[in-house]
């Protein structure tokens, strides 16, 4: 099973509407991290998320971290071509283990339809 | 990304061939790591290293070895490789930052084994 969830798997959204992707976690979050790719890039970091209740802006992107739920969403208000592409929730699951290591859910892909 | 270099950017190796995949590093950050992107599995932590000469298995490091000679390069090795290895793989550094870490990806390396 996997240790990081994100759904749903892919999107397809007009473009101006909102969207949102969630991503759950069956561990303890001790950093929340998100990306984003274009097919057959690099990752893109957007945005990185601490402390429970915490909520970042990036552009028209917004991602909050809901401690309790041990759950992050991403928000994409008035979608736009340009946001198309993958997205990846990445988790520190460890904390003060110190190896900084990242797991990953398994991607999000959205199209927007001009 | 500025600081990080993968290499080859693409492969086409036959089944049964070593491979070693380069991660450069000009930031001299102490943890760098492999993973790999397949579709459906965002990406998979393969190994990783926390120091000159200490390196440590991740969930998927069968068929692979890593070596960490110097600060700056992180090579990941595939002894024999076979075509379940053909994938996308990312090198990633990271440094501490108060508790949480701060990432850096590599551009990618496609590797196809044929």
């Known amino acids: 099973s996997q240790e990081l969830e994100q759904s749903p798997q892919s999107l397809i959204v007009q473009e101006g509407k909102n969207l949102t992707i969630n991503c759950t976690s069956s561990?303890?979050?001790?950093?929340l991290y998100w990306y984003k790719q274009k097919y057959g890039e690099g990752l893109i970091f957007l945005m990185m998320?601490?402390?429970?209740?915490e909520e970042k802006s990036h552009e028209k992107i917004t991602a909050k971290l809901d401690e309790k739920k041990q759950q992050s969403s991403l928000h994409i208000t008035a979608s736009q071509p340009s946001h198309a592409g993958i997205y990846l929730c990445?988790?520190?699951?460890?904390?003060?283990?110190?190896?900084?290591?990242?797991?990953f859910g398994q991607g999000t892909t959205l199209q927007v339809k001009p | 990304d500025a600081g990080i270099t993968q290499s080859p950017r693409h492969k086409v190796t036959e089944t049964g061939t070593p491979v070693t995949l380069r991660c450069h590093q000009t930031?001299?950050?102490?943890?760098m790591y492999w993973y790999r992107q397949d579709p459906g599995h965002g990406l998979r932590l393969i190994h990783y290293?926390?120091?000159?000469?200490?390196?440590d298995k991740g969930e998927v490091s069968d068929g692979y070895s890593v070596s960490r000679s110097k600060t700056e390069d992180f090579l990941l090795t595939l002894e024999s490789a076979t075509s379940s290895q053909t994938s996308v793989y990312f090198c990633?550094?990271?440094?501490?930052?108060?508790?949480?870490?701060?990432?850096?990806f590599g551009s990618g390396t496609r590797l196809t084994v044929v």
């Open positions: 990633a550094i990271s440094q501490p930052l108060g508790l949480v870490y701060g990432y850096t």
């Open positions: 561990k303890t979050l001790y950093g």
């Open positions: 998320l601490q402390k429970g209740g």
């Open positions: 990445g988790a520190d699951i460890e904390g003060s283990s110190n190896t900084g290591k990242l797991i």
């Open positions: 930031e001299n950050h102490r943890y």
């Open positions: 290293s926390y120091g000159v000469k200490d390196t």
